[in-house]
């Protein structure tokens, strides 16, 4: 198993430009989490779904950001417009059952944002 | 969910074993208590989870007390390649979700 697929592993870009990132989830595993990560704020949940269905948004900063999960091998979080603020580690995880964590997440490799 | 609070920071020396607490005092019924553990430009893996008593694995282990209002995290005889972050978060099975503290970096010295 290949593990979670992410892409671009680093993303430089204007102020003001669109940004997609990419993952692809191990197959069989139902849940997906999309993370940021920076020095002052840690850890951060954006949003997750479970079986494709976005489950909880709550943590999406504003507007400019949204994530799809069209279907089971495939989801993307987009930032449109961009701003320096921005600039982190966006992390993908998945889980095979939103019930029981009795495996953990499985962690991509995560995408460094950079937003000059 | 559970909010967690960790040491920032613990100092370990290679074949020491390394006990870090975490301290949980809103847990939920429904909440496990689970570890990762993250190397710089990486994402967090997995170590172990537990809900109470002990709990081991080839890697660590877990030791949660009855009223579950904290655990702590055991690691065998550490080596310098444990150097890293350790995540203590809860899992809430009804949310489906867990939220990750401010973590303990572990420096483990030779």
């Known amino acids: 198993d290949a593990g979670v697929i992410q892409s671009p592993r680093h993303e430089v870009t204007e102020m003001g430009q669109e940004v997609t990132l990419r993952c692809k989830p191990i197959?069989?595993?139902?849940?997906l989490f999309w993370y940021r990560q920076t020095m002052m704020r840690g850890l951060e949940l954006l949003i997750y779904f479970n079986n494709n269905v976005p489950i909880d948004d709550s943590g999406m900063p504003e507007d400019r950001f949204s994530a799809k999960m069209p279907n089971a091998s495939f989801s993307t979080l987009k930032i449109q417009p961009s701003e320096p603020r921005d600039s982190a580690v966006y992390f993908c995880a998945t889980n095979r059952d939103k019930i029981s964590d009795e495996y953990g997440y499985t962690f991509g490799s995560g995408t460094r944002l950079t937003v000059v | 969910l559970a909010k967690t609070t960790q040491p920032i920071s613990m100092d370990s020396y290679e074949g020491q074993e390394v006990n870090i607490t975490c301290s949980h005092n809103?847990?939920?019924?429904?909440?496990?208590i689970t570890w990762y553990q993250q190397f710089p430009s990486q994402g967090p893996r997995f170590i172990i989870q537990g809900y109470k008593t002990k709990v081991t694995n080839e890697v660590a282990s877990l030791f949660i007390p009855a009223d579950r209002k904290s655990s702590t995290l055991s690691l065998p005889r550490v080596s310098l390649s444990d150097t890293a972050v350790y995540y203590c978060l809860g899992f809430n099975t009804n949310a489906g979700k867990s939220t990750f503290g401010d973590g303990t970096t572990l420096t483990v010295k030779p």
């Open positions: 197959s069989g595993h139902n849940s």
């Open positions: 809103n847990i939920a019924t429904n909440d496990y």
